[in-house]
């Protein structure tokens, strides 16, 4: 199966902050890009096997790393980089959003894409719902979602029950 993820790296920093701070409010931890990857991959459907899953964090200009991640910097640990595990075979990929499109639009146009690439699936992680982007499964942190974010970022952060 071929999976495509399309990231808003502030949204994903922002909910991992959020449930940092509720759950571990004494503690600064950093989770585990590569476990929450995964987490996500199973979530949306991926059986463990000959994966292939395409990452792509979207980001400002101005924003060089996620905050709460490990690894972390777009540049130097993400851009280009890829890993294999149980799962599938993850490649990372990057783009900063520039003044002239909006996050949203970035968005829709690379589902579109993902499209054209034949992906059998894409997720979104975001909290915006792209206009005019072809079928995908948007990953937020509203119950109404087809899976809600919270889970595997708490799973990458070690957060038990």
């Known amino acids: ?20 701070a509720h759950f571990q409010p004494d503690a600064a931890p950093t989770a585990d890009l590569c476990r929450w990857l995964d987490c996500v991959a199973l979530d949306a459907g991926l059986l463990p096997g000959q994966n292939e899953v395409q990452v792509i964090f979207i980001h400002a200009q101005e924003q060089e790393r996620l905050a709460h991640f490990q690894p972390a910097c777009f540049a130097e640990e993400l851009d280009g980089k890829a890993f294999n595990d149980n799962i599938a075979e ?16 970035m968005l829709a146009d690379c589902c579109e894409l993902m499209v054209e690439q034949h992906c059998d699936k894409t997720v979104i992680v975001s909290a915006l719902s792209p206009e005019g982007a072809p079928d995908h499964i948007l990953c937020n942190m509203q119950p109404t979602a087809p899976f809600v974010l919270g889970f595997s970022v708490m799973a990458a952060l070690g957060i038990q029950a």
Request: net charge negative.
């Open 1 to 20: 199966m071929k999976l495509a993820l399309l990231i808003d790296a502030a949204y994903l920093d922002e909910v991992a902050r959020n449930l940092a």
């Open 90 to 105: 993850f490649t990372l990929q990057s783009i900063a959003v520039e003044p002239i499109v909006s996050l949203q639009q």
